[in-house]
């Protein structure tokens, strides 16, 4: 009951925290070496030059992440929910090319039940964020398994949300804002095993090295109820 407590407070007084979304861009395939007009279209997206939504698409459907990023911003633009199938669509392409910038507004459309996108495309978008994922890409786990806790888009799989949650405790590029979320995603999902907690209190280790207070003083309220169990047994001890 305190662990329920603690986190149903942290979640009152928690700002909404940003994804990370900054991951390494992949190196660009050699595909422009032989194809001059594919070329002069990624120079001019490059150099910030005009470029029609035909052009951005063809180059997006070659697999290049940039012109998929960009095209699905030329979409989303057009504030029109049936285009978002289709920006998902190509902002999963900019994902799997590791623009992982691409993922808070992918991750916006696939929350938003309102969105029509096809099972086919559905499939290519998970795939993606689970390639990703697979990285250690926090911006990626925390996507998926955020989807997979709230049963939308991909079904309900809070095991395998926990599991990915997990198994990117030890990368040393998930920030202490993100490791608080990470930790309260986890700790969510009842009933928790020893892994789970243990998951938990990693998180919560780093977010409490946060220069933010909000983040410190969270990550310190729910360290206090999800300590380890040598720690409460030492306390029943002396109580």
């Known amino acids: 009951m305190a662990k329920a407590h603690a986190i149903f407070a942290v979640l009152l007084f928690l700002p909404a925290l940003a994804f990370a979304g900054d991951g390494s861009v992949r190196t660009v395939a050699s595909i422009y070496d032989n194809a001059p007009r594919l070329k002069d279209i990624r120079a001019r997206i490059v150099a910030d030059e005009p470029v029609t939504i035909t052009e951005l698409q063809i180059l997006a459907d070659v697999g290049d992440g940039l012109a998929a990023y960009k095209l699905a911003e030329r979409l989303l633009a057009m504030n029109r929910p049936d285009l978002n199938g289709k920006a998902a669509h190509y902002l999963a392409i900019a994902v799997n090319d590791g623009r992982t910038y691409a993922v808070p507004p992918l991750f916006a459309i696939l929350s938003d039940r309102t969105s029509d996108i096809s099972p086919v495309r559905l499939a290519h978008i998970e795939n993606a964020l689970n390639r990703q994922a697979a990285t250690g890409d926090p911006a990626s786990v925390l996507a998926l398994a955020r989807l997979y806790l709230q049963g939308h888009p991909f079904g309900a799989r809070p095991e395998k949300a926990k599991a990915l949650l997990r198994a990117a405790v030890d990368q ?68």
């Not at 920030?175 to 907690?197: N, V, Y």
């Not at 729910?222 to 029943?236: I, N, Q, T, V």
Request: glycine residues 6%; charged residues 25%.
């Open 172 to 239: 040393q590029f998930v920030d202490e804002a993100l490791a608080l979320q990470m930790a309260m995603l986890i700790a969510s999902g009842a009933p928790l095993s020893a892994e789970d907690e243990a998951a938990v209190r990693a998180y919560l280790r780093v977010a409490q090295e946060s220069p933010d207070i909000g983040t410190r003083t969270a990550a310190e309220n729910l360290l206090r109820a999800f300590a380890e169990p040598e720690a409460l047994s030492g306390e029943d001890e002396h109580g």
